[in-house]
Each structure stands twice: as structure tokens, then as C-alpha cells.
């Protein structure tokens, strides 16, 4: 059977393998139809096809004179279910034989299996969700932190897409009427009101620009915040990441350059997802595996949010100025980074050399990785250097990095028009760059779409969803 957003579709909606139970779902014209042929109530004769939308009902999916198991069956009619079309999810035992029983009897009745993310295309399609808001059903799905989780389900929300389509509103109405003075060029009159529209423009200009700048919180909140831990060698990394992870994540040893290569791993901290990189320690070695190792600490930092700087604290009581002075050298070579200093080894000093632990102008965080004092305001302090704030206002933020691009271009356009109206260059000519700016903010939301970007986006989806 060749794919069409005709057929009736149906999916396992729940993972895959033995569990509890698990979730069929059909979707179409014919859904409640195929599954009421093969549906025995357990309380009397009860046909489907009549019932109430958003209904519940138990009994047994038959083949012919066959139980295959006893179920619960939910049904949502058109146009109100999650695709806008007819649909059936049913409730099964979690056995894998099961499951495949019931799918293959109407598959053989009827059906076709779902492709990736059908169901939310045809969500979509169907106008019950717009393209963000359907890109941010596969995010909440990912989500794996209390940050990404919450910008996916403010997004699904629609408070993104709505932004985003009232300033294309507000654009296409000003675009119609320049479109407007263009086809009565001849007869020299005016339709949209200059002062007007060079404050939308303005409008426009800021909050694009705003939406851009969140893409470097979002996109890090979405993915994981990259944290690199630096230092000399037998510093104490490995152990940090160790006690960070509350596992023996890194191999641990007295010998320096234990650690050849970058070791990764994340944790959430207050909901937000840190991802740890320990690197190998930077020194001046003649060894040549070591080496590529330290150039791949470099390369870390350069891609790190954050960056952990650790500081052997017996050293430092040692040698003070070379360490202050190895602190300044790497703040001026990283000033782009924020560089959190941490003090390690503590517990090989006495109270009072703590105290006396402090180096000017430079916050610092004291710990013992080994005896795992401190880390939790280790912890706390990596918080406080993420803006979090953000997210408790329900402001929008972008997460999405096809979003990132389709607005970083109208926001090109945007300023094309500006300049345009600067140099009070001809009216077709900057029609053109409004015309642009639309399409890129109807990329976002679904008002302009191809095959191929709808291909592209579902392609990602797990088939169920």
C-alpha cells in the first residue's frame, strides 16, 4: 500500500519491548470503523462507531473467533483528537507477542504502519498544532532536565509560534499596502504611512534581535551545558568528575598524565544539565600520545560554556604568585569564558592555611575531591553562573536551531528594509527584502513550508508520535 495522508495509520505509542502494558494507535477515517469490527465489549453488544468521543471502553480484541487479549480502547472523534482525524488507542498487556498480534490483524484489515512522526504531520496538516509547536512535541519527548523541558512545553504551548506570527501579521499588513502603492505607482499616492512603518520595522529589528541572543541560553539548556575541567596534571580532575558524578566515571592515579583523552559525562543540578568534560592535564611533556591529548584540552575549552580551572591548593600555598599569575594568564587567553577557580585538596591543610586561601579580586571555590567536602557549593556556584532566571518569566526562548537560522535571515531582511528606507531607495526594491523577511518568518511557523522541510523535521520523530 503506497503512503497517503488518507490511510488509516497505526503504531506502537509506547516504547518498545515487555512491559505492563502497552499502546496501539490508530489514526484516519476508518480507525473506530477497523477497530469496532474487531472489538467484544465485556459488558453486553457495544458498537464503537456509536459511541461518545473521549470515551473508554473494555473488552476483548478478536480475530475472527480468536481472543488476542482483553483491552481498553480510547476514542477520540475527528475533529477533536491530537491529529484532527479519527482516533483509536488501544490499551493492551505489554507482551511483545501481543502487541504484535493486534498490529498485524489490522494491518491486515485495513492498515498501514505509521512513518516517523506521521501523527504530529498529521497534527499538523490537519492545523492542530503549527510547525514549532510540533517541532517542540519531539523536544518535551527528549527533554532530560527541568530546562529543556520547560522551554519544549512553552513552546508546544504555542507562546513562541504566537509571538513570531503577530509580528508576520503586522508585516504582511504593511507589505500589502506597499504592494498596494506599487501597482498605483503611476498615480503617485500613498497607502502606508512612512512613520508607521519605520517603527514597526524598528519593532521588528528589536525583537528579532532578542529572540537571536536566546538562542545561546536556550540552545545550551536544550542540549547540556559544556563544562571542561582544566588544570595540571594530578591535580585532582578525574577525582573532581568522580565526586561531581558520584561514580568512578575516570580512572584515578597518582601517576600525572593518567588522562590521555577527554572523558564526558552530565548531571542535572537544579534542573539544568551540565555536560562535564575532564581533560588531560596541560604541562610541557615530550610525550606524544599526551600531547594530542593537551591539544584536545584547547580544543575543549574553545567549545566549553564554562570552564572549571583547578588549582592544586598545597601547591598554591607553595608558590602563590605562580599561581595568581597562571590564573591571570588564563582569564586574559579565555575572556570570553566563564572561569570558575577551585582550590583542590583542601583536606591536606590545616584550618587556618585554609582561611588564609584567598586571592585577590579572584572568587574561588574551596574542595577536597577526594574527601568530597565542597562540591555541593561547587554545585550551587555552577548554578548561580547559568542564567536561569530566564526561564521563571515565561519568556521565549529559542532552542531550535532551524528557528536560530530562519530568524537570524529575517532579521537580515529586516535590516535591508531599514537601510533602504535610509537611503530612500525605490519602493519595488525594498518590497523585495519584506517579502523576504515573510517567508523566513513563515518558515518558523509553518505558513511557508516544502516537502523537503517537513521531511527533514518528522524524519527525527520516533514512529508512534
Known amino acids: 500500500m503506497s503512503a497517503s495522508i488518507e490511510d488509516t495509520i497505526i503504531a506502537l505509542a509506547t516504547p518498545s519491548g515487555i512491559?505492563?502494558?502497552?499502546?496501539?494507535?490508530?489514526?484516519?477515517?476508518?480507525?473506530?470503523?477497523?477497530?469496532?469490527?474487531?472489538?467484544?465489549?465485556?459488558y453486553g453488544s457495544k458498537d464503537l462507531t456509536n459511541v461518545k468521543s473521549h470515551t473508554i471502553h473494555?473488552?476483548?480484541?478478536?480475530?475472527?473467533?480468536r481472543v488476542i487479549d482483553e483491552v481498553l480502547v480510547s476514542i477520540f472523534k475527528n475533529p477533536n483528537s491530537y491529529t484532527g482525524e479519527n482516533v483509536v488507542e488501544i490499551n493492551c498487556h505489554g507482551s511483545i507477542y501481543?502487541?504484535?498480534?493486534?498490529?498485524?490483524?489490522?494491518?491486515?484489515?485495513?492498515?498501514?504502519?505509521?512513518?516517523?512522526?506521521?501523527?504530529t504531520l498529521r497534527a499538523f496538516t490537519n492545523g492542530k498544532l503549527d510547525l514549532t509547536q510540533a517541532e517542540a512535541v519531539a523536544d518535551l519527548i527528549a527533554s532530560d532536565s527541568k530546562a529543556s523541558h520547560q522551554i519544549a512545553l512553552q513552546q508546544m504551548r504555542g507562546g513562541f509560534s504566537s509571538e513570531i506570527e503577530k509580528l508576520r501579521q503586522e508585516l504582511l499588513n504593511f507589505a500589502s499596502l506597499v504592494e498596494l502603492e506599487l501597482d498605483f505607482s503611476e498615480e503617485d499616492v500613498e497607502f502606508a504611512d512612512r512613520t508607521e512603518f519605520k517603527r514597526l520595522v524598528d519593532k521588528l529589528s528589536v525583537i528579532l534581535k532578542k529572540l537571536i541572543d536566546s538562542f545561546a541560553i536556550g540552545n545550551v539548556f536544550k542540549n547540556g551545558i559544556p563544562v571542561a575541567i582544566?588544570?595540571?596534571?594530578?591535580?585532582?580532575?578525574?577525582?573532581?568528575?568522580?565526586?561531581?558524578?558520584?561514580e568512578e566515571k575516570a580512572i584515578?592515579?597518582?601517576?600525572?598524565?593518567?588522562?590521555?583523552?577527554?572523558?564526558?559525562?552530565?548531571?542535572?543540578?537544579?534542573?539544568?544539565?551540565?555536560?562535564?568534560?575532564?581533560?588531560?592535564?596541560i604541562r610541557d611533556t615530550k610525550d606524544v600520545i599526551e600531547n594530542i591529548g593537551i591539544k584536545k584540552t584547547y580544543s575543549t575549552i574553545e567549545k566549553a560554556q564554562l570552564v572549571l580551572s583547578l588549582i592544586d591548593?598545597?601547591?598554591?600555598k607553595r608558590e602563590k604568585l605562580k599561581v595568581k599569575t597562571e590564573i591571570d594568564r588564563l582569564q586574559e587567553k579565555y575572556k570570553d569564558k566563564k572561569i570558575l577557580v577551585i582550590l583542590n585538596k583542601t583536606d591536606l591543610l590545616s584550618d587556618v592555611e585554609i582561611q588564609s586561601l584567598k586571592i585577590k579580586n579572584q572568587k574561588c571555590i574551596l574542595i577536597s575531591s577526594k574527601e568530597k567536602t565542597g562540591i555541593n557549593a561547587l554545585k550551587k556556584e555552577l548554578t548561580s553562573l547559568v542564567n536561569i532566571g530566564i526561564l521563571s518569566n515565561n519568556q521565549n526562548i529559542v532552542s531550535n536551531s532551524r528557528h536560530f537560522e530562519a530568524l537570524t535571515n529575517a532579521l537580515k531582511s529586516i535590516k535591508e528594509v531599514e537601510k533602504g528606507m535610509e537611503l530612500n531607495i525605490s519602493l519595488d526594491l525594498i518590497?523585495?527584502?519584506?517579502?523576504?523577511?515573510?517567508?523566513?518568518?513563515?518558515?518558523?511557523?509553518?505558513?511557508?513550508?516544502t516537502d523537503d522541510l517537513l521531511g527533514n523535521i518528522f524524519a527525527n520523530f520516533c514512529i508512534g508520535k
Request: glycine share 10%; net charge negative.
Open 313 to 316: 591548593a598545597v601547591k598554591m
Open 230 to 246: 582544566i588544570g595540571e596534571p594530578n591535580v585532582g580532575k578525574s577525582t573532581l568528575l568522580n565526586a561531581l558524578l558520584n
Open 19 to 42: 512491559g505492563a502494558i502497552a499502546v496501539i494507535r490508530l489514526s484516519g477515517k476508518d480507525a473506530i470503523k477497523l477497530v469496532a469490527n474487531h472489538f467484544q465489549s465485556k
Open 431 to 449: 518590497a523585495i527584502d519584506i517579502r523576504q523577511a515573510l517567508f523566513y518568518l513563515g518558515e518558523i511557523t509553518g505558513a511557508v513550508t
Open 58 to 65: 473494555l473488552g476483548s480484541i478478536v480475530d475472527k473467533n
Open 98 to 119: 501481543i502487541q504484535q498480534e493486534i498490529i498485524q490483524l489490522f494491518l491486515r484489515n485495513g492498515c498501514r504502519t505509521a512513518t516517523n512522526g506521521e501523527y
Open 252 to 281: 584515578v592515579s597518582d601517576i600525572a598524565g593518567t588522562t590521555r583523552d577527554a572523558i564526558e559525562d552530565e548531571i542535572s543540578i537544579d534542573g539544568v544539565t551540565f555536560r562535564f568534560i575532564d581533560t588531560a592535564g
